[in-house]
């Protein structure tokens, strides 16, 4: 049994109808690494020429070594700065992952065009992680084959992620090298002070050379670049108030909206955009704004009005540099948000420290425009190509976040030159991640037409990946002279003048020139998205979107380094539209996915994009203004800035998925109340109200913005979520959609814990009803649960006892009986009319209305049970190990667990959030652990108790 993630079942693939061939652009899958596959686009793609020449390197004459096979991998053609500096230190130990070829890549390309494209039978029909793994990851008798001729030749070999054709290896230098028959050299280039390279192409036993692609991580000279620009910096901003890393969620998200917007009702007007401080506003000059302006500007405070803020999404976010937890909190603090944030290393994480502010923009940005998401930060070094890889990799295993952002890149014919099967490698992970739903963006650099300028002063036309992937969104950038969208043009701060510009010696420039990426690729052919009206090339053509990127007209204020700074770059276009794009989720039936087939049938033109058709995006002016903004699609701008409020709807289908933004008035009596408002978006089509337990509601009237609907009637007083479904979804439950049944009851957003001697620790809007902190106890306090109207709470004691405070009734106890194993928790029936208590082994005693779905009784645990929590819907619940892995029955869904992470403190307890999205776990010290939607509000992780922590319940 995997101890992280407890008794869970593999969903079954239900059988797709067969669909056309993608094309060769989605041809070009994880199997598909050869340099002929990746050869030049002009080559692929039939029915017209490419633009640019290739330069991948040719494959050299290698005779293979007795018993191998050489793979179609030709070594990194070094750049004319290289210098060679010896041969690879024979100890120092390499980390690579092997590819394999793994099952069906055209019938994955096929899955990818099926779920992408509207109208299609198979849209938006995405496939779990497990459904993957099952159709498309290697067999396990190839993984078994292969890590078997690797052992054999002294390697270590490692298990692939689940689905993934990654198998990880390791080895000395001397190992690798001949393993691989491969010579390794030390180099030195103008850009890369030391790094390990092949000089021969990769040979492997040739009994299974047929089951890989290649193989990724002996190349050193491929490092990811930042599109961050750097502006001005100011003074210190206040203190971080997050707390634990951050975690949590901002309070009173999507309950309200800015003033000034058209069609808002004085309900929503109580919980506005999140405002930036003083600090952050007396930074925002001479180009740069604020977060809260440019909401403004582009339409997405009318998204918060509607109550559209990221609510049950998570954001990953892709970073070869660690940021600052100091300034994510101050930054979080300036804008009264508090976004849970999560740091995953991979491959062992970049260096400590606040790195050039990359992290810190991306974060912050990310958090500020999807203020409820959470954000997962996976972080790698940036020392050779399988580091990239393999965070790629780990974001589409995990399949735990619906939208990843990339401000990172490198120009797309520099790495087709030094390493062609990098390119197929990155495709096939980007293809996973759309069959499983997962919006992949980009940005698409800060060096104009001419990407590969920093790579290697080469003034040639070219572009970055990832952003030309056919299977991500790239992001450009524009400048926004005042605040006003129809101001904007393309951002190229070297327009008009000479290449002195770009190498920035033109005083009368800024002193970091850029400008917005955009091109047509030499790898990828055009994309069926992209229609010959749109792109009459035979490639893909990039940006795709574009958002203000220009650091003196256009650029965001963020925090960074203990400093608010301006920065620009792309890297402000990536996670700004990462963060709409996590709002246009929320409360849809079906993800977004690969979103880029939708944008294009959205414009270009109308009223979902603001069209730029001023400038062009030739940085070192040696190009002739190739690529200018046009009317409709250009290479400048792509189908120009997002009306993000227009943009939303549109993606969403119908008046747009519903949203709850308010509930007036928010409580209620039990039964015999009048008609209510609820307020948000997309509530036209609406077909329920649900109250919760209570059941649904009678709807009386409703607009796009506004349902009149009357409360059913409750059975006990209790606190509820009100949502709203309609043919696109159902509304995500939120702090916003909150309703009292029975007077003015506590339905606020807290936690409480019960510590081993009956004490009460209140967190948030938790209320204290009364202890056993005073009493003499037979036995240890070792659980909590909540009434639902968060009014009263039990206690459970580890024989069993039962000890009740507030509106609680006692429903029974295991009190006097013997048990095989002591009772280490409890949790509540949504209606408070039952009860489970579970003990160490795992065994469940229910009572009242409380029903069995299931136990770990019989199954021999790594870790014993700690503790419990209940499925809002009643038909479920959760337990939990003191190593912090996750059992889940009946309708309780897993979000992850701390099964893998080393603790301080053993886990002792769990508490669930309202609307089934998520779980917090609690540490004997007080630490808390957030997993899918919950929030963070605080801890005891820094107090000295007098007793441990040993259980906790949600309010």
Known sequence: MNRGQGRRTRPRVRPRVPLRPAGLAAVLGAAVLSAAMLA?????????????????????????APGKAVLAQPPPKLPSSARVLGGAPESQVLDLDVALAGQNPSGLAEMVQGVSTPGSPEYRHYLSAAQYATAFGPLPSEVAQVTSALEAEGLTVGAPAPGSNLLPVSG??????????????????????????????????????????GVVGLNGLLRERSMLVPGRSGASGPGGSGGSGGLGAAP??????????????????????????PAAQQQAYGGSYTSTQLASVFGLDQLFAQGRVGVGQTIAVVEFEQYLSSDFQSFEACYGLTSPIRNIPIDGGPPPGPGTGEAALDVEVASFNAPAASLLVYEAPNNNDAQSIDLFNRIASDDAAQV?????????????ATDPAYLGLENGIFQRMAVQGQTMIAASGDTGSEDCYPSNSSTGLAVDDPGSQPDVVSAGGTSLPDLSAGSQT??????????????????????????????????????SYQSAGLN??????????????DPSAGGVVAFYDHTWTSFGGTSVAAPTNAGLFADTNQGCSSRLGLVAPALYAAGPGGPDYTDITSGNNDFTDSQLGTYPARVGYDEASGLGTPVDQNLAITLQGGDGCPSVAAVSPNTGPLGGSGAITVFGGGLANATSVTFGAAGPGRIVSQTVNSISVVPPTASVPMCVDVTVANPQGVSAASPADHYGFGGDLDCGDGYRFVASDGGIFDFGSAGFFGSAGSLSLNAPVVGIANTPSTNGYWL???????????????LGSMGGRHLNAPIVGMAATPDGGGYWLVASDGGIFSFGDARFYGSTGSIRLNSPVVGMAASAKGAGYWLVASDGGIFSYGSAGFFGSAGSIRLNQPVVGMAAMPDDGGYWLVAADGGIFSYGDAPFFGSTGGIRLNKPIVGMASA
Do not use: K
């Open 252 to 277: 009173g998200a999507g309950s309200g909206a800015a003033a000034g917007a058209p069609n808002r009702s004085r309900a929503l007007a109580h919980a506005p955009t999140p405002q930036a401080c």
């Open 404 to 416: 990843v952002t990339t401000s990172w890149g490198n120009c797309e014919q520099f790495i087709q």
């Open 172 to 213: 000395t230098a001397a190992a690798v090298s001949a393993a691989f028959a491969t010579p390794l050299v030390s180099v030195q280039t103008s850009t890369v002070p030391r790094a390990l390279v092949n000089t021969a192409p990769p040979q492997l036993p040739a009994a299974v050379a047929g089951a890989v692609t």
């Open 40 to 64: 030049p686009a002009s080559a692929l793609a039939a029915g017209g020429a490419a633009t640019s020449t290739s330069t991948s390197t040719p494959m050299p004459n290698v005779i293979a």
């Open 796 to 810: 459970v004691a580890s024989d069993g006892g039962i000890f009740t405070y507030g509106d609680a009734p006692y």
């Open 536 to 549: 009459p090339n035979a490639t893909r053509a990039v940006p795709d979107i574009s958002y203000p990127s």
């Open 490 to 527: 393309v951002w190229n701060d070297c327009q008009g003048r000479t290449i002195l510009c770009a190498q920035g010696l033109d005083p009368s420039a800024p002193p970091r020139p850029g400008a917005g990426g955009g091109g047509l690729s030499v790898v990828w052919p055009r994309p």
